[in-house]
């Protein structure tokens, strides 16, 4: 049993990454989700550092005296980091797939749990995590949507010039060839 705890905690959040660059490769607006995870995560970090900064919450082997089944320092335990990017890449991928976004969700859930069950995290750790990750990917979302519809590629752009330079080429190659004029 503590094996499976141990992969809860500390690897299953690999396979929402992978979740998340499968959506990426079959995604309609790749640019707008790769930019969604980035803003994500980086505004997740920052939120999870203040967060920490703002609340203090030792973790259960410290406060408890028991023994974690993987290693960790005794400092801060709010909130869960991993809980915190797991959810914040599962809001962005719930946003472009909702059925995988539900699977990604589960998978969280069982991250966090595992952090629980390990002792290394108290399940307000998680609960705050969950809130985080949530509110980053949310906003990772709506600002990048925002931002390539403000500044993204327009038709006056280089590459809507490049694109219709592109079109006119076989339009014009495929046309019958003219014959003289008589």
Known sequence: MDAVIIFLA????FAIGLMAAFVAYKAKKRR???????IAGILAL???????VLYYNPRP???????????HSPDNGFPSQHTVIAMALTSVIYFS???IGAVALVLTF?????????????WTDILGGLL???TAGYV???LARYLLTKFGPSERSASGRAARAADSFHARRDEKPRRGVS
């Not at 707008?32 to 980035?38: G, K, P, Q, S, Y």
């Not at 069982?110 to 108290?122: E, I, K």
């Open 61 to 71: 082997f410290v406060s408890q005296g028991i023994e974690p089944l993987i290693s």
């Open 10 to 13: 500390s690897y299953l959040i």
């Open 140 to 142: 990772g979302v709506i």
């Open 32 to 38: 707008e989700f790769i930019l969604a995870l980035v």
């Open 97 to 99: 797939r909702r059925q």
């Open 132 to 134: 985080i990750g949530a």
């Open 110 to 122: 069982l991250v966090g749990a595992g952090r629980v069950w390990a002792h290394v995290h108290s």
């Open 46 to 52: 920052d939120l999870s550092i203040l967060a920490g």
